[in-house]
């Protein structure tokens, strides 16, 4: 059964470690991240851009396809089904269709409508036991469409959108979607500092997990934060994973251009970073 984020994210806060939020975008994805997050007992956020939400043929197919690995697969960790980046249309949408944890990403909008629909979501959100996800300052770069200035959070405001009861918050602190530019200035500790010391118990979000070094994101998880979010980086080994396979000819070889054999090196590669990423987050074994 799906779970809220709330419970599992509280305790990686108190317990100093990380929950990684790995993003899916079809069944093999979801298969990998579920399989890896039950072999090495951790708890797990499944997150869906509404970009990939449509891709795999609106929410209600999503959680159908996600509760059915849930049983068939006898998962037996902490799940939640999280709509990633969502415009308030987009988290209605999911709450009606049976997602357990929501974004809602105002961060582009003026403060004050930031605050609004956050509010409106909060009460929504905790009338169901879900657990939502506001954003603070933005995120660089751009993911599945939803591009963002890469604007420092303003502590004062994030204690505010934390005052409304949201359970989580992401907060721009130099995080950048996609690749890392060459002359990356690196996370902001200071502002991180500064945004914890506002919020106190309340899991802070990082987003843009793909390429921070480990010591940055061991730091991070020292200042507060508790929720890790992975995308481009499963992207990358998928990619090239399949890329070797049919360089190599293998997909030529007898029954290699069978799609199950096809996708099951990138399928794979997934289930290996995912691996790597829950153990340096800490969240192996605290499920
Ligand atoms: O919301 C999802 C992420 O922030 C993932 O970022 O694609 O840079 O890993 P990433
Ligand atoms: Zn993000």
Redesign the pocket.
Known sequence: MLVSAKEMLNKAKAGHYGVG?F?INNLEWTKAVLQTANEQRSPVIL?V?EGAGKYMCGYKTVTNMVNGMLDELNISVPVALHL??GSYEGAKACIAAGFSSIMFDGSHLPFDENIEKTKELVEICRGKGLSLEAEVGA?G?E?DGVVGTGEFADPEECKKIADLGVTMLAAGIGN???KYPENWQGLNFDVLAKIQEKTGDMPLVL?????IPDEMVRKAIDLGVAKI?????CQLVFAEATRKYIEAGKDLEGKGFDPRKLLAPGTQAIKDIVKVKMDLFGSTGKA
């Open positions: 939020q993003n997150g851009s990633d980046h995120i770069g993911e950048i979607h996609g987003h843009g997990g793909t390429g979010n992975v995308n481009t980086e």
